[in-house]
Structures are given as structure tokens and as C-alpha cells.
């Protein structure tokens, strides 16, 4: 698909009405746990556990509302940077909820993707991942798409790197080589906790996406949350540059 026929068939989509309004794949950068947690004086991994709570409702409400994507921030190249106490503990929160939840998703048509380079992960964690796509892999409902290890720059220059061994470097043929190749157009991105910036995510995907902020920290992201971001997308405008 080129680059324009996507973008028209983001509008075309938008313009759609239905449920969600329209849009077909939403993003969130899950942004706040840490905060949620300080506040509450409580450590930061209960923060993180709480977050998949907030993970698993809005799971459930896209898939009611009938998106065909939605991608999470899960874990950027960036977090590695953190202490390792605080990685492990999100390892561990990652591996439970595969096996907390695979049944859930398989019996729901939700099909598991990851975006980003999960193989770097010990390989518990990969072989947990590997079942969970496996096991998904027929699905046609809804694709909840995880960034796992996930950088967008570095997306972006293994894709113009495989764009090339091909022969040609064009905005057509990176697009086709990015993680996100095969999911509809990214319409909305969401961030919570106040933060106002993309932190490597969804770079590319995002040129034409619309975005929606919220001081809501993440833990404390509810499905009405996710209705609030999708009504208010049906009220934006897309231009596509032109008039
Ligand atoms: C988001 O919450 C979860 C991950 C980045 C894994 P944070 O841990 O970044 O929470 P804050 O930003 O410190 O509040
Ligand atoms: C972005 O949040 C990454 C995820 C939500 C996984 P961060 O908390 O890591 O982003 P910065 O450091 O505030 O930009
Ligand atoms: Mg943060």
C-alpha cells in the first residue's frame, strides 16, 4: 500500500462514524506508574502493576469498540536506562500478564503483535512472547500491538537499511519495511501523565496521526478515558495538507 493510499484510506475510515468514531488504530504511550505509585507513597512496581491493570480494561474496550489496532508503549530502548531492580520488576509484571491473559485474548480473536526488538529479552521472556504470538497468530479481531524494546529511530533506520538492500529508498518502500507494515494507519495517539512529547515513539507513523493529551497518570486510565480521546477525535479535522 503507498504512503497516499494509506492516508486516504485513514479518511475515508475517519469519516466512517460507527462506535469508535472511525478510528481504526489507536496508540498510547503509557506514560505515569512512577507518579501514581509517589503519590501514594508506595513502591514504583506497584505502580507498574497497577498500569496493567489499566493495560487490561482498555484491552477489553478497544476491542468492544471495535478498533483493529491498538499499540502500546510498553518498554522503549530508552528504559533501559533505569535501575535494574525497577527492569526486572517490569519483566516480571510482562511475563504475568502473558500468562495471566493469553487465554483471554484467544478466546476474544485478539491477535498479539510486537513492535521492537523483544529478542534482546532473556529468553524466558521471549519463549512466553513466541507462544503468545503463535498461539494468536489466526486471529482476526482485534491487533493489540506491543512495543517491546521498541525505538523508533532505530525502527526506522533498519527499515530504510532493508529499503535499500531491496533497491530503492522511498517514503513507500521504508513504510513497508517498519514493524507497523502490516497494521492500519495510526490515527490517534494518546499520552498520559501530562507529558507532552513522543519519547521515540511511532515517529514515523505518527506524521499524519492526530494527538490527544491527558494528566490522567496512567494507572488511573479507564475505558472512559478512552471514549473521552475517541469523541474527541471525531471532532478534529484531518487535512492531510490539504484544504
Ligand atoms: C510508564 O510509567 C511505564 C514505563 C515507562 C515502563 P513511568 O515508570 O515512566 O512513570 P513516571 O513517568 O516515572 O511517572
Ligand atoms: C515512554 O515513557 C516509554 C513508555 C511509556 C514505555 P518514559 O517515561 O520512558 O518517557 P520519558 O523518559 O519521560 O520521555
Ligand atoms: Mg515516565
Known amino acids: ?7 486516504a484510506e485513514g479518511r475515508v475510515a475517519a469519516g466512517g462514524g460507527g462506535a469508535n468514531h472511525g478510528a481504526r488504530h489507536v496508540a498510547i504511550i ?36 471495535g478498533l483493529e489496532a491498538l499499540t502500546l508503549y510498553a518498554f522503549s530502548t530508552e528504559n533501559w536506562r533505569r535501575p535494574e531492580d525497577e527492569i526486572a520488576a517490569l519483566m516480571g509484571l510482562l511475563k504475568h500478564f502473558i500468562v495471566s491473559d493469553l487465554d483471554e485474548f484467544a478466546a476474544n480473536n485478539v491477535r498479539l503483535k510486537i513492535i521492537g526488538d523483544y529478542k534482546a529479552f532473556a529468553p ?6 513466541e507462544n503468545a504470538l503463535a498461539r494468536t497468530a489466526g486471529n482476526s479481531g482485534t491487533t493489540l500491538a506491543v512495543a517491546l524494546n521498541y525505538g523508533s529511530q532505530a525502527e526506522i533506520a533498519k527499515a530504510a537499511a532493508k529499503a535499500a538492500a531491496k533497491g530503492t529508498i522511498t517514503p513507500e518502500s521504508i513504510e513497508a519495511e517498519l514493524d507497523t507494515a502490516l497494521l492500519p494507519p495510526l490515527d490517534l495517539l494518546i499520552r498520559t501523565s501530562g507529558e507532552v512529547r ?17 494528566e490522567v497518570l496512567w494507572p488511573d486510565f479507564k475505558p472512559d478515558h478512552l471514549q473521552e480521546a475517541l469523541d474527541a477525535f471525531a471532532q478534529r479535522e484531518r487535512r492531510y495538507g490539504g484544504r
Do not use: C, I
Not at 500500500?1 to 492516508?7: D, F, R
Open 1 to 7: 500500500m503507498t504512503s497516499a493510499a494509506a492516508v
Open 30 to 65: 503509557m506514560d505515569g506508574n512512577g507518579r501514581w505509585a509517589k503519590k501514594r507513597h508506595l513502591p514504583r512496581a506497584v505502580g507498574h502493576k497497577r498500569g496493567v491493570d489499566a493495560v487490561r480494561e482498555v484491552v477489553r474496550a478497544a476491542r468492544t469498540m
Open 124 to 129: 524466558d521472556v521471549v519463549e512466553l512472547v
Open 198 to 214: 513522543l519519547s521515540n515513539f511511532l515517529l514515523w507513523q505518527a506524521a499524519y496521526a492526530e494527538l490527544w493529551f491527558t
